[in-house]
């Protein structure tokens, strides 16, 4: 495999050909600094690039024009983006701690730790960003478990694991960068037969017809491309995935949106996402799967 170097401290290869969009997608996430990710990853060390799930603990918060408020809110958003990794992780199965877990799209690495922290197992994650490799790499090394927890940039669609080496893999809110024939060819290939694969993420309904014109500027903004929750069930049937659970998250995820729109921490994307799930052109998900 012939391989572009794009940094010098990680193992740090994108599998030639890599696509002109997977370098813009590389600097985009090598670029990311938002401080609606990195404040909320202060709050524990676990740094994460998704939305949460649950019911907001109002308990918790007081009320908006308390001292301290800002500070309960972000440790709130944070507790609900670790709960959303949590059902995640729910679905893997009980992978032993010989076992390999590979964590597709790792991003900076919060669901590695997490899944290493619950199964005790060797997890293996891939970013196209070496910024976020770095970052998780070194979160590992700080928390003492770089000898079961890496990150490495590649491409997820063409990764260095052995065929079956995988008891469990997963896409967390990084499926809507790829082709999905390609992605669930990989993941089956990466998995042992009898393996479980998870997703969670947004997909636009075929129930609404097409994109809606909030799907288009959730697309635009993370220079993505949101698939249908139809694309997601065939793409699996072709590949060897088998569907154990669906599970609509929509209604959990709603109220970490409407929290986070009374944020200063808001990125602008937040209305986008609120009307889409509120008409029913857009659903966040979770697919579980069994590798036959
Ligand atoms: C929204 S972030 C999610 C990060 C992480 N899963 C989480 O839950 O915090 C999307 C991630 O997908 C990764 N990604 C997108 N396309 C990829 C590809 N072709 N190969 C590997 N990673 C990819 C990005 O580098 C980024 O880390």
């Known amino acids: 495999m012939t391989s572009t170097e794009l940094?010098?401290?990680?193992?740090?290869?994108?599998?030639?050909?890599?696509?002109?969009?997977?370098?813009?997608?590389?600097?985009?996430?090598?670029?990311e600094a938002r401080p609606v990710n990195l404040r909320l990853g202060d709050v524990d060390g676990l740094y994460h690039h998704h939305y949460g799930l649950g019911d907001v603990d109002h308990d918790s918060l007081g009320n908006a024009g308390d001292s301290g408020y800002e500070k309960k809110l972000v440790a709130e958003l944070h507790r609900l983006e670790s709960a959303q990794t949590e059902v995640l992780l729910g679905q893997l199965g009980s992978p032993g701690r010989d076992d390999t877990l590979v964590d597709a799209g790792c991003g900076r690495g919060g669901s590695m730790v997490m899944a290493h922290q619950r199964f005790g197992c060797k997890v293996e994650g891939v970013t196209l960003s070496s910024k976020q490799a770095d970052f998780a790499n070194e979160r590992a090394h700080q928390l003492g478990i770089d000898d079961h927890v890496r990150a490495r940039v590649c491409n997820m669609l063409g990764t260095p694991f052995e065929t079956g080496q995988a008891a469990a893999s997963w896409n967390n809110e990084s499926s809507m960068y790829v082709d999905l024939e390609d992605l669930f060819a990989e993941h089956s290939r990466v998995l042992k037969v009898g393996g479980r694969y998870v997703t969670i993420t947004g997909c636009w309904n075929p129930r609404y017809g097409q994109p809606s014109k909030w799907v288009s500027q959730i697309n635009a903004h993370f220079e993505c491309n949101i698939h249908s929750r139809r694309e997601y069930l065939r793409a699996m049937a072709n590949n060897r995935l088998v569907p154990q659970t669906v599970i609509d998250l929509t209604p959990q995820t709603l109220p970490y949106w409407e929290l986070r729109a009374t944020s200063s921490l808001v990125t602008g994307i937040e209305e986008a996402f609120i009307e889409s799930y509120k008409d029913g052109s857009f659903q966040y998900v979770l697919i579980a799967a069994d590798r036959v």
């Not at 599998?15 to 996430?29: H, N, V």
Request: net charge negative; no cysteine.
């Open 7 to 31: 940094t010098t401290n990680t193992s740090l290869f994108i599998p030639s050909p890599a696509s002109p969009y997977q370098g813009d997608i590389a600097r985009y996430w090598d670029q």
